[in-house]
């Protein structure tokens, strides 16, 4: 729906509830035209049922809403004497049409000083849940998201089992495009698993002002552009479009910007001409064969525990070994090891027709250059310049696309050139043989970008081999995800704070019982 869309639906709704609920607003001592006044009829409405102004905010916030506006039907009911269980499940299961209902039925009393109690324990753990999970739902929402990382596509920059806290406000937060869904889950709702949102109504596209723009190497939470699954880890039965803010969360290193130019040779990624230089905590992985004298016996078991080897590595050779991702610091440990001989990095050049945009002779370690679009810029179209586009145009600006030979058509009109209407990136991950990511399906468009992880709270290693396996890995307990140098661990500075805190509570009771008992 377009914007002008739900500007009518909202004007259209504030008109409802005026003439809903104008003979209650006259009952409360206010005036009919009150309540037909958008945004002033929710602060008055506040008023009459005492409840805090700063709620008319919350009624704006897409998913807050769903939560508040249920409240605030129960609490309206209450003040005008209708609180019997009956009374509150009508105005919940109506919409709150019910209230209409007794505004134009129903000879009710206003009662300012009513008992703001919830008038049972059943309603008062309700009406205390409700506050808690809209709490919960604005900072899950707007500011703070925990995220899992599942795979090994950013080993070992960032580990399988790493519980990260992700900031929706430093790339500036977005409001959810798809209102109607369950709170604080993602697309799937747990142990039932079915759908946990409805498709329409679909909100327009807005971000908040940001605090930082995306940088080159930035690590970055972003929907999955090409989800097309249910579940990304089980077969699909069929294709399933699902909205931008409902598709898998992937959290990969922005390697290119808007306006770059990248390009792969032999694995390593040129910017604009020039060797991208990784930050120092960042450990890119390569694949390796690993030669030895097929003499002097080779502990693989050793090998795996002492380098901290998490993705499939094994002989395939009498005297060869296949290691499918390893940082430069466990190559040069390798070498060191007696027996060894060899040790060889694949590089490769086969061509692979699964590497964007499908009509070239690349693969994951060459190809390019691939220009990054950026918003207000025009770039040449052509049948050889499409494919890079295509997407774009047609899926990601909502652009009527028809190609007929050499004729390109953008909604009826034939064109030779395309101006991009909004900013893309080209994501990677670190484990650069083992990661589906921008070399696969293209570019990020900028409304997928979800938020920048800032924090590890918790680490588990082995957490997909059962829970008897796990190990917390002390180290890296509340360290930084960006940032100059090695992570380095703050748990310890935490313990401290929280001691202090706990100590701080203790001697603050003490005295408040002691100058009680005075």
Not at 48 to 75: A, D, G, H, Q
Not at 120 to 134: E, H
Not at 147 to 164: A, C, N, Q, R, Y
Not at 373 to 396: D, H, M, R
Request: some cysteine; glycine content about 6%; hydrophobic content about 40%.
């Amino acid at each position: 729906m377009e914007t002008t869309g739900w500007l009518l639906l909202i004007a259209l709704a504030q008109v409802l509830h005026g003439i809903g609920t104008w003979k209650l607003y006259v009952k409360a001592g206010r005036k009919a035209w009150e309540a037909f006044v958008p945004v002033y009829n929710g602060i008055v409405l506040m008023q009459i049922i005492n409840r805090p102004k700063y709620w008319v905010l919350l009624l704006f916030i897409p998913v807050i809403n769903l939560f508040l506006f249920p409240i605030i039907w129960i609490e309206t009911l209450r003040t005008f004497g209708k609180k019997s269980t009956l009374d509150m499940l009508l105005g919940v299961f109506t919409l709150g049409l019910y209230i209409a209902y007794v505004n134009y039925t129903q000879d009710v009393n206003y009662h300012e000083k009513r008992d703001l109690k919830a008038p049972n324990k059943t309603m008062d753990t309700l009406g205390s849940l409700s506050f808690a999970i809209v709490v919960a739902t604005l900072v899950h929402t707007y500011f703070i998201q925990p995220f899992t990382i599942p795979t090994s596509s950013l080993e070992k920059s960032l580990l399988v089992g790493d519980f990260l806290f992700v900031s929706k406000f430093h790339y500036g937060a977005r409001t959810p495009m798809t209102p109607i869904a369950a709170p604080m889950v993602h697309d799937t709702l747990p142990v039932i698993k079915i759908k946990s949102y409805t498709e329409t109504p679909q909100l327009p596209y807005f971000r908040f002002p940001a605090l930082q723009k995306i940088e080159r190497n930035d690590i970055v939470v972003f929907n999955w552009p090409a989800d097309t699954l249910f579940h990304m880890y089980k077969a699909a039965d069929k294709r399933y479009d699902k909205p931008i803010d409902k598709k898998t969360n992937y959290v990969k290193r922005c390697t290119a910007i808007p306006g770059d130019k990248i390009e792969i040779k032999d694995g390593i990624v040129f910017i604009n001409g020039k060797e991208s230089i990784l930050p120092e905590r960042a450990k890119p992985q390569y694949s390796y064969k690993v030669a030895w004298d097929g003499k002097t016996q080779v502990n693989l078991d050793y090998i795996k525990q002492e380098l901290h080897i998490t993705d499939a590595f094994g002989q395939i050779a009498n005297d060869t070994l296949l290691f499918s991702a390893l940082p430069q610091e466990s190559v040069e440990r390798i070498k060191n090891i007696p027996g060894i001989t060899k040790v060889e990095r694949i590089i490769h050049k086969e061509n692979d027709p699964t590497i964007f945009p499908g009509t070239k002779n690349w693969n994951v370690d060459n190809l390019g250059p691939i220009y990054i679009p950026e918003a207000g810029k025009t770039v040449a179209l052509s049948k050889e310049t499409l494919p890079f586009y295509k997407k774009i145009i047609g899926e990601y600006e909502g652009k009527d696309l028809k190609v007929t030979g050499d004729e390109i058509r953008i909604n009826g009109q034939v064109v030779t050139s395309y101006t991009f209407e909004q900013d893309y990136y080209w994501m990677m991950g670190d484990n650069r043989h083992n990661s589906l990511d921008s070399r696969y399906w293209g570019f990020v468009p900028a409304d997928h970008i979800v938020g920048k992880p800032i924090f590890i709270w918790m680490s588990i290693d082995g957490i997909n081999d059962g829970l008897k396996n796990w190990s917390i890995r002390w180290d890296r307990l509340f360290t930084t995800v960006s940032g100059t140098g090695q992570p380095q661990s703050y748990f310890k500075y935490f313990l401290f704070v929280l001691a202090g805190y706990f100590a701080f509570d203790y001697f603050r009771n003490k005295k408040k019982k002691k100058n009680e008992a005075a």
